[in-house]
């Protein structure tokens, strides 16, 4: 099948967030639609799935994914692994630097520095980073 090439350029510009649980196209909210008790999250802007209400943020104040649509559980996790994960650098005296934490977690999960982010992890991979940054903690 042959694409036009300014296809490809506009698909290339367009963001579109399919959820990976239902396949509905996803809404692009303000925190202020999400979280309207946040008025520190009124700027931000966040996808929601119209139908299972799986949702995520984007970078700063960008329409930019931070990383995949998540359900309520996998939401959680991946705040946990982070609060974990992020005591590894970000503490009075850290373990690592940021990037040393990044490229540790890289290799222990057996991925790409690209695909190295929490908010694109599922839920075995967020377990795992909990494990893992416990077990450096000691």
């Known amino acids: ?13 367009t963001t579109s967030v399919v959820c990976p649980y239902c396949n509905k196209i996803a809404d692009l909210k303000t ?64 373990k690592y630097t940021r990037s040393e934490a990044y490229e540790a977690l890289t290799k222990h999960l057996n991925l790409t520095k690209e695909e190295t982010h929490i908010a694109q992890f599922d839920y075995y991979q967020c377990e795992k980073t909990i494990i893992w940054s416990e077990h450096e903690q000691q």
Not at 67 to 77: E, V
């Open 31 to 94: 925190g202020k639609d999400i979280y309207p008790h946040r008025t520190d999250l009124y700027n931000k802007y966040f996808y929601e799935c119209p139908k299972c209400k799986a949702r995520c943020g984007c970078h700063g104040s960008t329409k930019k994914p931070l990383g995949t649509l998540a359900s309520p559980k996998l939401r959680k996790i991946r705040q946990q692994a982070h609060e974990v994960f992020d005591k590894l650098w970000n503490t009075y005296k850290p």
């Open 1 to 13: 099948m042959h694409i036009p090439k300014d296809i490809i350029q506009t698909l290339k510009h």
